[in-house]
């Protein structure tokens, strides 16, 4: 009886010696925190900001302005054409050499550059701006004739029905040079805070809001010489007549766009869309003058004349749409290249050739006095202009 209980004894420790021995026992757990033990690691949102927080660019423009419209500014006949129909629009014969469509239309070059900042750290909140300019483009024209090819000026002769024109250059009455250029510049600047909406590890989307402004100057000038070579007149006569037509826009409104980005590796694809809403306050200024050679010029020319002449000033509501894709090399973490395209459009701009009449009153010409209908008026004539091109630019972020 008594080895019988010590037994059980003996086998009541070994058992509970084992339990405590095991793996889950305070001696092994002690054991295993005091071990060393590998860094623990949390999870890490995807994010697709890229190093730095100020970024900046630069980019050379190689962009086309939407043509200056004119009305059949200069026109020709041919030899033999009688006098009253020779230059006539309407005629069949007649051929317009300058006007009747749209001039200056070509490409030029410009710049654009652009710096933003994030506010955060987590690149969330930034503000963005940028400037862009084209450099100032003129397209000439002349003509000048000793009477043949006849040369001439068509317009709307209000004292009776019928168009007429004004002869620059015709046999035997007068020789004659017609010269004419439109001449244009573009600049603008916009800046915007810049909210991101949403972003992973190859995309994100950006909100844009803010203010933009756009300039844009044109000039049409009209210089014109003819010399008397009518055996009924002082031969040798000279006339020179100037017309000018000067428009100036100024858009100012507020902005809103997105900016979205994706990335392929080292490729980046970027485009941008942005809307502006505001006014457009406008200018025209009208010039005219003629002077005979060797006496005091007077004021008034030929389509700016007296009922003309003057500046004009108004303000229209318009709308600025602009959208912009590139597509970039991420050569190095704070260093990128890219080339892209840029579509833009302005509405209710004056341009000069709109704002030309060619109803003319031809009593009030130098040195004559206005009898009758003031023609040429004047009055706003609303037009859009359009800007288009590529570019190419570089992108540094520190």
């Known amino acids: 009886m008594k080895r019988s209980v010590v037994f059980s004894g003996l086998v009541l420790v070994l058992f509970v010696s084992g339990v405590r021995a095991q793996p889950g026992s305070a001696e092994v757990n002690e054991a295993l925190e005091s071990s060393p033990q590998p860094p623990k690691t949390e999870a890490v949102e995807p994010d697709f900001g890229r190093p730095g927080r100020v970024w900046a660019s630069a980019?050379?423009?190689?962009?086309?302005?939407?043509?200056?419209?004119?009305?059949?500014?200069?026109?020709?006949?041919?030899?033999?054409?009688?006098?009253?129909?020779?230059?006539?629009?309407?005629?069949?014969?007649?051929?317009?050499?300058?006007?009747?469509?749209?001039?200056?239309?070509?490409?030029r070059s410009g710049g654009r550059f652009t710096l933003g900042v994030w506010l955060d750290e987590q690149q969330t909140w930034g503000i963005e701006g940028s400037y862009f300019?084209?450099?100032?483009?003129?397209?000439?024209?002349?003509?000048?004739?000793?009477?043949?090819?006849?040369?001439?000026?068509?317009?709307?002769?209000?004292?009776?029905?019928?168009?007429?024109?004004?002869?620059?250059?015709?046999?035997?009455?007068?020789?004659?040079?017609?010269?004419?250029?439109?001449?244009?510049?573009?600049?603008?600047?916009?800046?915007?805070l810049r909210?991101?909406?949403?972003?992973?590890?190859?995309?994100?989307?950006?909100?844009?809001?803010?203010?933009?402004?756009?300039?844009?100057?044109?000039?049409?000038?009209?210089?014109?010489?003819?010399?008397?070579?009518?055996?009924?007149?002082?031969?040798?006569?000279?006339?020179?007549?100037?017309?000018?037509?000067?428009?100036?826009?100024?858009?100012?409104?507020?902005?809103?766009?997105?900016?979205?980005?994706?990335?392929?590796?080292?490729?980046?694809?970027?485009?941008?869309?942005?809307?502006?809403?505001?006014?457009?306050?406008r200018e025209v200024e009208?010039?005219?003058?003629?002077?005979?050679?060797?006496?005091?010029?007077?004021?008034?020319g030929f389509l700016a004349s007296g009922t003309n002449i003057g500046r004009y000033t108004d303000s229209r509501f318009s709308v600025v749409s602009e959208l912009n894709i590139n597509v970039g090399y991420q050569v190095m973490n704070c260093l990128r290249v890219f080339a892209g395209y840029t579509f833009l459009c302005w509405t209710e701009v004056a341009r000069p050739g709109n704002q030309i009449d060619l109803g003319v009153n031809p009593t009030q010409l130098p040195p004559g006095v206005l009898q009758g209908e003031a023609r040429p008026a004047f009055q706003f004539r609303n037009s859009d202009v359009w800007l288009q091109g590529v570019s190419f630019g570089l992108e540094c972020r520190f």
Do not use: M
């Open 195 to 281: 909210v991101n909406l949403c972003r992973d590890c190859v995309y994100r989307l950006d909100l844009l809001a803010g203010y933009r402004c756009l300039n844009f100057d044109e000039d049409l000038r009209i210089n014109e010489r003819e010399i008397a070579t009518d055996p009924n007149l002082p031969v040798g006569t000279i006339f020179d007549l100037f017309d000018g037509f000067r428009t100036r826009n100024t858009f100012q409104g507020g902005q809103v766009g997105l900016a979205g980005e994706a990335c392929w590796g080292r490729v980046i694809l970027q485009a941008v869309g942005k809307l502006a809403i505001g006014t457009t306050n």
């Open 286 to 300: 009208i010039l005219g003058a003629t002077q005979e050679v060797g006496a005091p010029a007077v004021s008034g």
């Open 59 to 107: 980019e050379y423009l190689l962009w086309c302005v939407k043509a200056s419209p004119l009305p059949a500014l200069l026109t020709t006949s041919p030899t033999g054409t009688p006098v009253e129909r020779a230059g006539v629009l309407g005629d069949p014969s007649t051929a317009v050499l300058f006007g009747g469509e749209s001039e200056n239309g070509g490409a």
């Open 133 to 192: 300019l084209l450099e100032q483009h003129s397209k000439p024209f002349a003509a000048s004739s000793p009477g043949n090819p006849i040369l001439a000026r068509p317009f709307l002769d209000v004292t009776r029905p019928g168009p007429r024109a004004l002869l620059v250059a015709f046999p035997g009455l007068v020789a004659g040079t017609f010269l004419a250029s439109v001449t244009n510049d573009v600049s603008g600047a916009d800046v915007n």
